[in-house]
């Protein structure tokens, strides 16, 4: 059984810092890709960051680039989002995502809820 479970979300001030973490089980997790999206209500869902199979590579969207970093460890199965500045458009629900790197398959979390707010 996929499982996904997201971690570390709440409310912070602007300015302030959060972890996010993605415990997976289930698969195998160093031959997929991992991902983290947000969505704002409102708002399609919007590609937050993403992370090779190893680690070695990295992606980011313009909006988080030089505040987020995504990182990985396979021996505890686990991907994390380290956000630094937060700023109120960054309230969103945070999904971790998982991409199988030779067929594609996709799995999802619940989601975890940021909130940027005084």
């Known amino acids: 059984q996929v499982q996904l479970v997201e971690s570390g979300g709440g409310l912070v001030q602007p300015g302030g810092s959060l972890r996010l973490s993605c415990a997976a089980s289930?698969?195998?997790?160093?031959?997929?890709?991992m991902g983290w999206y947000r969505q704002a209500p409102g708002k399609e869902r919007e590609l937050v960051a993403v992370i090779s199979s190893v680690g070695g590579n990295t992606n980011y969207a313009d909006s988080v680039k030089g505040r987020f970093t995504i990182s990985r460890d396979n021996a505890k199965n686990t991907v994390y989002l380290q956000i630094n500045s937060l700023k109120p458009e960054d309230t969103a629900v945070y999904y971790c995502?998982?991409?199988?790197?030779?067929?594609?398959?996709?799995?999802w979390g619940q989601g975890t809820q940021v909130t940027v707010s005084s």
């Open positions: 289930g698969f195998i997790f160093s031959n997929y890709f």
């Open positions: 995502n998982a991409v199988g790197r030779l067929w594609g398959e996709t799995y």
